[in-house]
């Protein structure tokens, strides 16, 4: 039986898990140390925030004597586009304690310059009205403030070289945005790698992820589409996706070869944009 995973389901899925835990004459930390999670994660579940793998829930089964209860009616995508895909993932994003992250063609959207954000946003079918796009670009923009605090998130970003010659804007928006990476990687801020076109075919050809971790959740993934995106909670794939993405990494140019390659790209718009002003 199949039970599609959407804010109600997960609600009703945490309540009769409050509901046993409570008949139990548990409390959360008592039942966190007995189907080993922590209590904080008990806590999601039952407030409907978060769900189980299907390991978590065969515990609770065996702990609560529920039967086949919690794995039977786990809550699951079943290959079902996440509704509004990006709003959960830009909040797990922002609580993020470290994140990886491979980008195919675009620059990842917390990385994004005001100039090449604005130029994204406004390419889009059908077209946006300025005051539309305008909204957009400040919520964009505000997920940059992740990157204020030094501590925390811990961020690895694994850029395709298209990524650096894909041009959007024009060669000046490119140059600051491309130097906006720079001085990112040169302050300690984020390590960037950069996947040169003549690696070839790599792990990661099949698109974009972003592997997330948190302080007392477990981690998740997140793969995204054209116009739609999934989040990856069971742990057997968000390891077998993280998997992918070490694989793909080790194709990559050093932390250290990488800005240097992004640096001169950058150069190369840099006269380029100086070359426009002057014809």
């Given at each position: 039986?199949?039970?599609?995973?959407n804010?109600?389901?997960?609600?009703?899925?945490?309540?009769?898990?409050?509901?046993?835990?409570?008949?139990?004459?548990?409390?959360?930390?008592?039942?966190?140390?007995?189907?080993v999670?922590?209590?904080?994660?008990?806590?999601?579940?039952?407030?409907?925030?978060?769900?189980?793998?299907a390991?978590?829930?065969?515990?609770?089964?065996q702990?609560?004597?529920?039967?086949?209860?919690?794995?039977?009616?786990?809550?699951?995508?079943?290959?079902?586009?996440?509704?509004?895909?990006?709003?959960?993932?830009?909040?797990?994003?922002?609580?993020?304690?470290?994140?990886?992250?491979?980008a195919?063609?675009?620059?990842?959207?917390?990385?994004?310059?005001?100039?090449?954000?604005?130029?994204?946003?406004?390419?889009?079918?059908?077209?946006?009205?300025?005051?539309?796009?305008?909204?957009?670009?400040?919520?964009r923009?505000?997920?940059?403030?992740?990157?204020?605090?030094?501590?925390?998130?811990?961020?690895?970003?694994?850029?395709s070289?298209?990524?650096?010659?894909?041009?959007?804007?024009?060669?000046?928006?490119?140059?600051?945005?491309?130097?906006?990476?720079?001085?990112?990687?040169?302050?300690?801020?984020?390590?960037?790698?950069?996947?040169?076109?003549?690696?070839?075919?790599?792990?990661?050809?099949?698109?974009?992820?972003?592997?997330?971790?948190?302080?007392?959740?477990?981690?998740?993934?997140?793969?995204?589409?054209?116009?739609?995106?999934?989040i990856?909670e069971?742990?057997?794939?968000?390891?077998?996706?993280?998997?992918?993405?070490?694989?793909?990494?080790?194709?990559?140019?050093?932390?250290?070869?990488?800005?240097?390659?992004?640096?001169?790209?950058?150069?190369?718009?840099?006269?380029?944009?100086?070359?426009?002003?002057?014809?």
């Open positions: 039986m199949t039970i599609e995973d804010p109600r389901t997960r609600e009703q899925y945490g309540q009769e898990l409050k509901r046993r835990r409570e008949a139990a004459g548990l409390t959360q930390e008592e039942l966190s140390q007995r189907v999670m922590s209590r904080t994660h008990i806590a999601h579940i039952e407030g409907g925030r978060r769900r189980p793998d390991e978590d829930a065969r515990r609770l089964d702990v609560l004597d529920a039967g086949e209860f919690f794995e039977r009616f786990l809550p699951t995508l079943d290959g079902k586009k996440v509704a509004e895909h990006f709003a959960e993932a830009a909040e797990l994003e922002r609580r993020a304690v470290a994140i990886k992250e491979y195919s063609t675009l620059v990842p959207g917390f990385l994004q310059t005001a100039a090449y954000a604005g130029e994204v946003l406004g390419s889009g079918h059908p077209a946006k009205s300025d005051e539309k796009r305008d909204s957009l670009l400040a919520t923009l505000e997920r940059a403030r992740i990157l204020g605090n030094f501590d925390s998130p811990k961020v690895t970003l694994l850029l070289e298209a990524v650096l010659r894909q041009v959007i804007g024009g060669p000046e928006v490119m140059c600051e945005q491309l130097q906006h990476i720079v001085e990112l990687g040169e302050s300690r801020r984020i390590r960037v790698h950069v996947l040169p076109f003549t690696v070839g075919a790599h792990a990661l050809l099949e698109g974009p992820v972003k592997l997330m971790w948190f302080e007392e959740l477990p981690p998740v993934a997140y793969v995204e589409g054209l116009k739609s995106g999934r990856w069971p742990q057997s794939a968000v390891r077998e996706l993280e998997d992918v993405y070490d694989h793909a990494l080790g194709d990559a140019l050093s932390h250290r070869k990488s800005p240097a390659l992004i640096r001169s790209v950058a150069e190369d718009y840099e006269h380029e944009a100086q070359r426009e002003q002057h014809s």
